[in-house]
């Protein structure tokens, strides 16, 4: 699609932390964890830069050159380790907001939902800046991982935030499961799976 695209460090994680605030603060999901718009403007940034440490830490960050648009992948392996199951998302409320039971309550019903038993690639979140939203800068960003992942013989796995964007991963191939996840009074989330190419691209057998 002619995007420039790289993998961020360290030193981009400002840059990517302002990127998925801006993006997500009027999304649903966001909307749901943070009612309160002037808490939600002042504790979104803290949430969106944990989930940059985290990702930084245990997975990669794909942006655009021109720092538009990114994306947080995780690789999961067949079994998660139990011992991040049951401390990550109370952590996660400690550091951000620990009178918000919502942010832990989002990652244990994100966490239980997601499959098992097959290792895959999670797309744990994608942003585009809203002014370039609708260019494709998301579609690229996400085909760029599919390419890969078609290649090695890898799934993928993600929830989709909002109608619009499961239309989106629909699209690139990536299937509904069948069960929304109905967060407490607020939106559905939908897990969506996709499996690989069954051949290698381009005949790179054994790549």
């Not at 979140?125 to 002014?131: H, L, N, S």
Request: hydrophobic share 35%; proline share 8%.
């Amino acid at each position: 699609m002619g995007v420039a695209i790289r993998r961020a460090g360290e030193d981009d994680r400002e840059a990517v932390t302002r990127l998925l605030d801006e993006a997500f603060q009027n999304d649903p999901v966001s909307s749901w964890i943070f009612p309160d718009a002037e808490h939600r403007r002042r504790t979104h940034p803290l949430l969106m830069g944990a989930f940059v440490d985290g990702v930084l830490a245990e997975g990669y960050v794909d942006v655009t050159e021109d720092g538009s648009a990114c994306a947080l992948w995780l690789p999961m392996p067949a079994e998660p380790a139990e011992e991040d199951d049951e401390d990550g998302p109370a952590q996660l409320r400690e550091d951000v907001d620990p009178e918000n039971e919502r942010v832990e309550l989002i990652g244990r019903l994100t966490a239980g939902i997601h499959p098992e038993g097959k290792a895959h690639e999670y797309l744990w979140m994608i942003a585009v800046v809203p002014g370039r939203q609708g260019e494709g800068l998301g579609s690229a960003l996400v085909q760029h991982v599919l390419d890969r992942c078609d290649g090695e013989g890898v799934a993928t796995y993600l929830e989709a935030s909002s109608a619009r964007s499961r239309g989106l991963y629909e699209r690139l191939g990536f299937e509904f499961t069948g069960s929304a996840l109905e967060l407490p009074g607020g939106p559905p989330m939908w897990p969506m799976w996709r499996e690989p190419l069954r051949e290698p691209l381009r005949g790179e057998a054994g790549s």
